[in-house]
């Protein structure tokens, strides 16, 4: 079994940017004669800031434990996928600028794995992100499904190929053949 999680490290920027969020939405509500506009723009970015508090504090707490023949995450709900009812796997890019010559990159991947009823999303900030992907990419080829176009690109920007589904029954050593990932 293998155990993956965000790494702390990587969150502090984000409960800074709520916490700054948070004081300045609230701030003005509270320094600002109320009206209806300053109500509406102020509490709503309050509001979306206490979001993105929250969001990362999840993100900060959840557990992913993955074994040959299931993933499961443990947050605020557990959720468990067997790799043998997966059937779909999304790699998404989000960012301003794609280039393979900035290895730092602008932008994250956004890892969706649907199966049995249940989602589950990871972004590229979590540990073994690259080798998650390239194991859901083996469980996925060994149940004969395909990738769509933009998963199958994305795929191969991580290193792995989206057409050789690893050693049969996905027992690849790592689960991918593909370099450390660089977002």
């Not at 709900?77 to 602008?106: C, H, M, N, Q």
């Not at 990871?122 to 469980?139: C, H, N, Q």
Request: hydrophobic content about 40%.
């Amino acid at each position: 079994m293998r155990q993956l999680r965000y790494p702390p490290r990587l969150l502090y920027g984000d409960y800074l940017r709520s916490v700054a969020g948070l004081f300045v939405g609230l701030g003005a509500l509270i320094a600002v004669p109320p009206s209806l506009p300053v109500v509406a723009i102020f509490g709503s970015l309050a509001g979306l800031f206490a979001v993105f508090g929250l969001r990362t504090l999840h993100r900060h707490r959840l557990r992913v434990a993955v074994t040959e023949e299931a993933i499961a995450c443990r947050g605020a709900v557990t959720k468990v996928i067997a790799w043998r009812d997966l059937d779909e796997v999304k790699l998404r890019y989000f960012g301003s600028r794609r280039s393979k010559w900035r290895p730092a990159g602008s932008g994250f991947m956004q890892l969706t794995l649907k199966g049995g009823g249940t989602g589950m999303t990871f972004e590229s900030t979590i540990e073994g992100f690259d080798w998650l992907a390239g194991r859901a990419a083996v469980a996925l080829r060994a149940r004969g499904l395909e990738f769509d176009p933009a998963t199958a690109t994305n795929l191969i920007d991580l290193g792995i190929d989206p057409d050789d589904p690893g050693t049969p029954g996905g027992t690849a050593s790592d689960g991918c053949h593909s370099p450390t990932n660089s977002l």
